[in-house]
Each structure stands twice: as structure tokens, then as C-alpha cells.
């Protein structure tokens, strides 16, 4: 299991995902809690742009993979 931190108007919100999870659905999860319009925003993760269609673990650095498998 494996948990993203989505920041939006200064809150942040954690999300609990499987690495192989789509980033799409990890979005409709946000949603749900939130009440985001996910179609309204954009997403990114070290300054790029995330590819909705990658999973989790597709789109992660190295450093965050290596902190995921040091919490499993």
C-alpha cells in the first residue's frame, strides 16, 4: 500500500493507493473525498505534469519507490 499526498488551496489530502494503481482511479478517489472537479485541475509531481494514464509506481523517482518498499 502506498499513500500520495495531494496538495490543493493549501490543504493537503492523503490518498491510499496500490503502486500499480492507475493514476486516473488514484484521481476519482481524490474526488470522492474532496469534491474536487478533477477535470478542472491539473496535476503534477516534481514539477511535471502527470500522464493520468501511468500507474503510481510508472510516475514515482527512484527515492520515493526505495521509501515505499522500506514501509512494506
Known sequence: MALVDFEYNQICT?????????????YQKLALKTN??????YFYYNGREINSQLTFEQIISSNDRESIRERI
Not at 14 to 26: A, H, S
Request: negative net charge.
Open 36 to 41: 474536487i472537479d478533477i477535470n478542472t485541475v
Open 14 to 26: 492523503t490518498i491510499q493507493c496500490n503502486p500499480n494503481e492507475m493514476m486516473k482511479d488514484i
